[in-house]
């Protein structure tokens, strides 16, 4: 009876304290703040489904806890489906024939509203790599300003047209939904010949994504350690060493239920950095260097910016699950255009307030600006963030790599990394403790958090946003595009190739030298 009592009055404990973080989530986002949670710059899933499914863990108000075994903890919604346990994985046999995730049924999966799909939207656009936008205006000046704007209109766009390549007439002349994620799409314009090219080459530039936000991540930790304590002798190596220590139990992830706990936390983090910058500028509204923002832009440095904001609009590669499970699917093309309207102002604003501030001082994290009174401060909440952050993308990554190369059945380059009782192997094990260990070698020899975040703009954000959505909706549909679809989508491809290219070049010359220069030291 006593066992019975403390059960009753634990899962009363854990629906209260669920609702509460419901009621403090969903505050936050009718005051219009953006959590910068796990999935910064969107591509952060090995494929639609594990994407979304996280998001689903930050809605807080689908945090249950009845239903649950007597005295133990109910799994998370969408949370089975990564279990490792032996009771949850799926058969190999059951994934679809690109090794991205089989398709739970309709019914198992809570359907979202407008609001709801926004709020997720704008966790991936709105994130703490806005940061770095104040240091893109320094390059480009007012142009830098266009390109937030530019960004996203195009953005905006392409993840609507991404969305049209879902859907195919039936014979009775009626809009159906035939596919159901970004790798789905890609196949399709690579089919006949080459029926699984397209999803390959989809999930490489996923990957290229993921494994250099968790670098990101590793490097503005260290980053931001060493310029809160910098009395301390300690550099800025070995901050990113002691950060990577702290993140090594990563490798031992089984599901996302520990992950989305974090998500909470994310959101406050992010909110008090917010409040403090802008907090800061405002007081020194009186000195802002208005003539410092000209037309003028860096022809050398300024096309690692394009990347810079490329990045923080990356969302294209979850927006085909997050539709398919919207209420109202018709309500996505409103959706999409308040969150990017919202995330347009919001870093445009951020972005010149912070270098009117600061003008040509300008750092690459604007953080490392703030006077030391208050910069510890921020910089701690920024590192807990980032080290917050950085499981999604770690195990997304390490999703895709297991299922492309250990687990896609027959096609499959080497033995499965998994035990019959779903246990992973030592090997399996060794292969993700390595992923953590080449994240910081990375953040080690290239120490340059504007030039990493510039090149995985400039070569994955640009073509999954900008170049291979124009390219499968013209593959797809031109037969029923109008003119002006048409050239939309020839004029994105060019503009988004050329600067895709020039970022990339200028950000890979960037890191080679500073890749040369640290060898040498």
């Known amino acids: 009876m006593a066992t019975l009592i403390r059960s009753k009055i634990s899962n009363v404990a854990t629906s209260v304290s669920n609702k509460s973080q419901a009621k403090v989530s969903g505050v936050f986002a009718r005051m219009g703040f953006q959590a910068a949670t796990d999935e910064e710059a969107v591509g952060f899933a090995h494929c639609d489904d594990l994407d979304y499914e996280h998001r689903q863990g ?22 089975i489906h990564y279990q490792r346990d032996g009771s949850g994985p799926l058969p190999p046999s059951a994934s679809k024939d690109n090794g991205v995730c089989s398709e739970l049924s309709s019914q198992d999966k809570p359907k979202i509203t407008a609001w709801e799909a926004g709020w997720n939207v704008t966790n991936a656009i709105q994130g703490m790599f806005v940061l770095g936008l104040p240091y893109a205006i320094l390059h480009g000046g007012y142009l830098g300003l266009f390109l937030i704007i530019f960004a996203a209109v195009v953005c905006c766009y392409t993840g609507k047209i991404l969305i049209a390549c879902l859907y195919e007439e039936n014979e009775d002349g009626e809009t159906v939904r035939v596919r159901d994620s970004y790798v789905d799409i890609a196949n399709a314009c690579c089919a006949p010949r080459f029926p699984t090219l397209g999803g390959r080459i989809v999930n490489v530039a996923q990957i290229i994504e993921l494994v250099m936000t968790c670098i990101l991540y590793v490097v503005v930790s260290g980053n931001l350690m060493y310029n809160s304590f910098p009395n301390l002798p300690v550099s800025q190596k070995s901050w990113s060493i002691i950060a990577t220590a702290v993140l090594l139990p990563c490798a031992f992830l089984k599901n996302l239920k520990a992950v989305s706990k974090f998500s909470l936390l994310c959101t406050l983090a992010h909110f008090v950095i917010n409040i403090l910058v802008i907090a800061y500028c405002l007081s020194r509204a009186r000195d802002w260097a208005w003539d410092k923002v000209k037309f003028y832009i860096d022809v050398k440095k300024f096309p690692i910016s394009i990347g810079i904001i490329v990045f923080s609009y990356t969302s294209q590669i979850f927006l085909p699950s997050l539709e398919g499970n919207m209420q109202n699917p018709k309500e996505f093309h409103c959706m999409m255009n308040w969150t990017h309207i919202a995330a347009c102002i919001l870093k445009g604003l951020f972005a010149l307030v912070a270098y009117l501030t600061w003008a040509d001082e300008t ?9 030391s009174t208050i910069r510890a401060v921020v910089n701690l909440f920024l590192v807990a963030k980032a080290l917050l952050s950085y499981p999604l993308p770690f195990f997304a990554a390490v999703e895709v790599l297991e299922r492309s190369l250990f687990q896609d059945g027959s096609r499959a380059f080497f033995p499965n990394c998994y035990g019959g009782d779903g246990r992973l192997k030592a090997w399996g094990l060794t292969l993700r403790c390595s992923l953590v260990v080449f994240t910081l070698l990375m953040a080690i020899y290239v120490p ?16 999954l946003c900008f170049l291979l959505p124009s390219l499968f909706h013209l593959k797809l549909l031109w037969r029923k595009l109008l003119w002006h679809h048409v050239f939309f989508d020839v004029a994105i491809f060019v503009i988004g190739g050329i600067c895709s290219v020039s970022g990339f070049i200028h950000s890979l010359e960037g890191l080679i030298e500073a890749f040369r220069t640290n060898s040498e030291d």
Do not use: R, Y
């Not at 750092?363 to 006077?371: C, F, G, R, S």
């Open 363 to 371: 750092k690459e994290v604007i953080t490392d600006n703030l006077p």
């Open 448 to 463: 340059h958090f504007a030039l990493l975040m510039g090149l995985t703009g400039s070569l994955t954000g640009a073509g």
């Open 58 to 79: 930050l809605q807080m108000d689908i945090l249950k806890s009845e239903g649950g075994e007597e005295g133990g903890e109910p799994p998370l919604e969408g949370d």
